[in-house]
């Protein structure tokens, strides 16, 4: 007999039927991992500055300008405490997160002195200080909530357009101000006001490169 012997050849799975398995061609630290404690202790004390600071040029009294400066403080210590935990990582985003825990600190600081510095001069808080403020504190949370949600892309695409949002309108408001201030008969006064608006716009700046290169991150590791 010419018919073949033994079981039948198994017929090979069809391509639809195969299971799909995603392959990467480098660690996928943001999603699976997140990222380290101690950087996101730093974007919770940024943001809890931002909103002191906000809170004091809202309503400067003695009372809210040492809550900022204790809030400044926090920040400082908790810069200190996450720097050499940082640059101890061994994974492949560890200049990443080096350059973020920079921007955080910097961002920090510069709210911090923008508090100090009203106070010491006593600046004449106005509605423009006020509100530029107010747009720092939730571009601060909105990076703060896009560090948080690292693993939910379209949320932490979100929370990344309202930080450069919030950015964006923190130096809005400074070109105004800064214009507003070449009017004032009083001449010191106009650049004490126009030295804390600069302060506001630098920690904006931070917020805002911290936002651009969580977005670079955000493209390849979920690519």
């Given at each position: 007999?010419?018919e073949p012997s033994g079981p039948p050849a198994e017929k090979p799975d069809r391509a639809d039927d195969a299971p799909t398995v995603k392959r990467y061609n480098r660690?996928?630290?943001?999603?699976?991992?997140?990222?380290?404690?101690?950087?996101?202790?730093?974007?919770?004390?940024?943001?809890?500055?931002?909103?002191?600071?906000?809170?004091?040029?809202?309503?400067?009294?003695?009372?809210?300008?040492?809550?900022?400066?204790?809030?400044?403080?926090?920040?400082?210590?908790?810069?200190?405490r996450a720097l050499p935990a940082l640059k101890a990582l061994s994974h492949p985003r560890r200049q990443d997160c080096l350059a973020l825990s920079r921007l955080l600190?910097?961002?920090?600081?510069?709210?911090?002195?923008?508090?100090?510095?009203?106070?010491?001069?006593?600046?004449?808080?106005?509605?423009?200080?006020?509100?530029?403020?107010?747009?720092?504190?939730?571009?601060?949370?909105?990076?703060?909530?896009?560090?948080?949600?690292?693993?939910?892309?379209?949320?932490?695409?979100?929370?990344?357009?309202?930080?450069?949002?919030?950015?964006?309108?923190?130096?809005?408001?400074?070109?105004?101000?800064?214009?507003?201030?070449?009017?004032?008969?009083?001449?010191?006064?106009?650049?004490?006001?126009?030295?804390?608006?600069?302060?506001?716009?630098?920690?904006?700046?931070?917020?805002?490169?911290?936002?651009?290169?969580?977005?670079?991150?955000?493209?390849?590791?979920?690519?």
């Amino acid at each position: 007999s010419n018919e073949p012997s033994g079981p039948p050849a198994e017929k090979p799975d069809r391509a639809d039927d195969a299971p799909t398995v995603k392959r990467y061609n480098r660690p996928v630290f943001w999603r699976r991992h997140l990222l380290p404690e101690p950087l996101l202790g730093q974007a919770r004390a940024a943001a809890s500055l931002a909103e002191a600071a906000a809170l004091f040029f809202r309503s400067p009294s003695d009372a809210n300008a040492f809550a900022a400066a204790e809030e400044s403080k926090a920040a400082r210590l908790d810069y200190s405490r996450a720097l050499p935990a940082l640059k101890a990582l061994s994974h492949p985003r560890r200049q990443d997160c080096l350059a973020l825990s920079r921007l955080l600190h910097d961002c920090a600081e510069e709210t911090g002195w923008a508090v100090e510095e009203a106070k010491r001069f006593e600046v004449e808080v106005d509605a423009s200080l006020s509100a530029m403020a107010a747009s720092l504190r939730d571009a601060v949370s909105a990076i703060q909530a896009a560090l948080t949600a690292l693993g939910e892309r379209p949320l932490c695409e979100a929370r990344l357009i309202e930080a450069k949002r919030g950015a964006g309108e923190v130096e809005r408001l400074h070109r105004g101000a800064r214009a507003d201030s070449f009017d004032d008969p009083n001449a010191v006064s106009g650049l004490k006001a126009a030295a804390v608006a600069r302060r506001r716009t630098q920690a904006a700046e931070a917020v805002s490169g911290a936002a651009d290169l969580l977005g670079e991150l955000l493209l390849v590791e979920t690519a």
